[in-house]
């Protein structure tokens, strides 16, 4: 790429776009970083546009002038993975955000590429359905799915991954393809829906979705709880999975990160001790035939304090609380910044791999809250530093390399939900193999200019 190739391409963009390209430093900036502690990179462009006939112009300009295309969303990711580490165009798709169609009786919608996950949600209420992958930010599904996206719903609805049925995607070419169908399943060939979930934008650009929905459930209960360690906490969750208690969400907050709870949310008001924040869902029968085998699996790992929440606004308001848990993090230290990492492990092997990891946040002599979607095996930290603090810093990113290094050593995966971005890139030879490599060619066939997304994922020299 040659700052002569970038000028031509802008040109020829301007000529496509008129105003919606912007060469502004205030919305380059906006387009130059995500959620995380990234070094940002500012796009030499950012292009907004409306359909996927610009998306595919876009590309086929960028292609030409083999100019790096950076899919964006709505920039909430936490590995680097919208930050256009070799300049380019940023691609937004926030103006592409329509639901096109529902369809009741088969539990899918299909949607463009900007439309978010609450966005969603607000348009189904009326019908009885919903979409469950709850990341917690308010998400675009076009980047949930380039991220394969997962949360608080997982244990019981799955992830990005199994809840993409199809999609439409521009190659690196231009060239627009679809795969998939609104038919549950398929032997039709290689699954190429999946290989565009979870690829961070280094193939393609998805410009419409379509996804699964699920119907409300006739009643939903919520509750907290709270255990003397950490170990007791999941061992309890490990019970109640073997015992196939069907649980929509179970949460684990450690008691570092529940002090930051209440200071955040000072009507919050529970214990500072590990705790448990569960949500079951059905009809009332089952709900309450849940919460009575669940109350047994957790009194014979010591729980107490259970508290219930029947109404939608102490749910909205316990969830809400969860979803905030960044915040409440970042305020057990005032002026503070954040490393955030995720890992995943087999859920027999999430106790032990927590203590490991709270022994080496211990030795490192930082402050780090743990929560974890314990249901599935991943847990998060926010590893608290000093921005003024350079061999903090180094401590800070030190420790979250040691902790996707001990998630490996117990058999599990680097990120659970984050995705790779620039942050894992380092691990993937170590958790794939000779499999990385394979992912180089599968890169190397479908984009061999490099144009998406350079940088991200893994490398093609």
């Not at 009326?126 to 979409?131: I, K, R, S, Y």
């Not at 990005?160 to 627009?176: H, W």
């Not at 979930?197 to 409300?216: D, K, P, W």
């Not at 993937?428 to 479908?446: D, F, I, N, S, W």
Request: contains cysteine; glycine residues 10%.
């Amino acid at each position: 790429m040659t700052q002569h190739n970038i000028a031509l391409a802008i040109d020829a963009l301007k000529d496509l776009l008129g105003d919606r390209l912007s060469t502004g430093k205030s919305i380059r900036e906006i387009h130059g970083r995500d959620e995380a502690y990234s070094e940002p990179a500012l796009p030499d462009a950012v292009a907004f546009p409306a359909s996927t006939q610009e998306v595919s112009a876009i590309v086929k300009i960028c292609a030409r002038y083999k100019v790096p295309v950076v899919p964006f969303g709505i920039g909430t990711s936490l590995e680097g993975h919208v930050i256009p580490t070799h300049g380019g165009i940023s691609v937004d798709t926030s103006r592409m955000n329509k639901i096109l169609e529902i369809h009741e009786s088969d539990l899918d919608a299909v949607v463009q590429p900007g439309v978010s996950r609450t966005q969603l949600n607000e348009e189904l209420r009326a019908t009885g359905l919903m979409f469950t992958v709850d990341p917690g930010a308010d998400a675009t599904l076009g980047g949930m799915a380039a991220t394969r996206a997962s949360g608080t719903n997982t244990v019981r609805y799955g992830t990005m991954r199994e809840n993409v049925l199809a999609l439409e995607v521009v190659l690196p070419d231009g060239t627009v393809i679809e795969t998939g169908s609104r038919a549950r399943k398929s032997s039709a060939g290689y699954d190429l829906t999946h290989l565009f979930v979870g690829s961070e934008g280094t193939l393609g650009i998805i410009t419409r979705l379509t996804v699964r929905l699920f119907g409300q459930p006739e009643t939903t209960l919520a509750a907290t709880c709270g255990f003397e360690t950490v170990a007791a906490a999941v061992n309890s969750v490990i019970m109640a999975i073997q015992m196939g208690i069907p649980m929509a969400r179970i949460e684990l907050l450690d008691e570092v990160q529940m002090k930051g709870m209440n200071i955040f949310n000072p009507d919050l008001n529970l214990s500072e001790k590990p705790h448990l924040f569960l949500e079951f869902h059905g009809s009332d029968a089952s709900v309450k035939e849940q919460v009575e085998l669940f109350e047994g699996v957790g009194e014979e790992f010591g729980a107490s304090d259970f508290a219930w929440a029947t109404k939608a606004e102490d749910r909205a308001r316990l969830w809400a609380a969860r979803h905030n848990a960044y915040y409440a993090g970042k305020s057990l230290r005032k002026g503070c910044e954040s490393v955030v990492t995720d890992c995943c492990v087999p859920i027999s092997e999430l106790a032990d791999c927590i203590a490991r990891t709270k022994e080496i946040i211990d030795e490192a002599g930082l402050i780090a809250p743990l929560v974890g979607h314990v249901g599935d095996g991943n847990f998060h930290l926010l590893i608290l530093f000093d921005p003024n603090d350079p061999e903090e810093l180094t401590k800070a990113k030190q420790l979250a390399s040691d902790v996707n290094r001990v998630a490996l050593s117990f058999g599990g995966t680097v990120t659970g939900e984050h995705g790779v971005g620039t942050g894992k890139k380092k691990y993937m030879a170590e958790e794939h193999g000779a499999a990385y490599a394979l992912m180089a060619t599968l890169k190397r066939a479908v984009d061999p200019d490099n144009i998406m997304n350079p940088g991200k994922t893994v490398d093609i020299n």
